[in-house]
């Protein structure tokens, strides 16, 4: 089974400068998240998406951050424009959804990531 | 923000150790899970244990979970050099969708 495919790996702007980040999630899940992850951090959901519709995108800053799932199977994240603080990786998951509620719980599978570098 | 909190920071011991890592969280779950994250890469699922388990165990890995606590561990035993890695808790919450919550992780450095 192939794994959640992200690009680019690594990439170095600007500030002020945009950059878009492209994710494809295991092939049927129907949950895709992004995550910023600050060097020495944990991972910070940003947005949740289920299907094409977004779940919840209480974390992502709206001002300069976008996202957008269409045909609810690849994501885009765009940021623009980019400041120091962006400097992160950004991990893309998935998972199958599960039951709400109860104690079903799920697994969710991260891709690689994609550096972020800004300058 | 954050819900998991692990403990220690940082961990270092040798081959052949136990190592143990802790974490605590603050609100109701559905159920908590700990991942791996090798440097550079991304994070890799461990073991997910539901709030209505105590303990679960997975090849040399022992997950304990205590509700009343709010906290669980994550016991490592027989460590490997390869076992070197960032160790994340990760919380589901029980209303909503099954979004995780991740703590800021611990470092384990096995060495040689």
């Known amino acids: 089974e192939a794994g959640v495919a992200q690009s680019p790996r690594y990439k170095i702007i600007e500030k002020r400068q945009s950059v878009a980040f492209w994710c494809n999630p295991i092939s049927g899940h129907a949950t895709l998240y992004w995550y910023q992850q600050i060097l020495g951090q944990g991972p910070k959901l940003l947005i949740q998406?289920?299907?094409?519709?977004?779940?919840?995108d209480s974390q992502l800053p709206k001002d300069r951050f976008s996202a957008e799932r269409l045909k609810g199977v690849d994501s885009t994240l765009k940021i623009q424009p980019a400041k120091l603080e962006d400097s992160a990786v950004y991990l893309c998951?998935?998972?199958?959804?599960?039951?709400?509620?109860?104690?079903?719980?799920?697994?969710?599978?991260f891709g690689e990531g994609s550096w972020l570098t800004v300058v | 923000s954050q819900q998991g909190e692990e403990d220690p920071q940082a961990l270092s011991i040798q081959e052949g150790e136990n190592a143990t890592m802790n974490c605590s969280y603050k609100t109701s779950i559905n159920n908590l899970q700990w991942y791996r994250q090798n440097s550079g890469r991304g994070l890799v699922h461990l073991i997910l244990i539901r709030s209505n388990e105590r303990e679960k165990h997975s090849g040399r890995l022992r997950v304990t979970l205590d509700t009343s606590k709010k906290s669980s561990s994550l016991l490592i035993t027989a460590s490997r050099a390869a076992d070197t890695a960032s160790y994340f808790c990760a919380t589901a919450s029980i209303s909503g969708y099954s979004t995780l919550t991740f703590g800021k992780g611990t470092m384990l450095l096995v060495s040689p």
């Open positions: 998951a998935s998972s199958h959804p599960s039951s709400l509620g109860g104690v079903s719980g799920n697994t969710i599978y």
């Open positions: 998406f289920q299907n094409n519709g977004v779940v919840d």
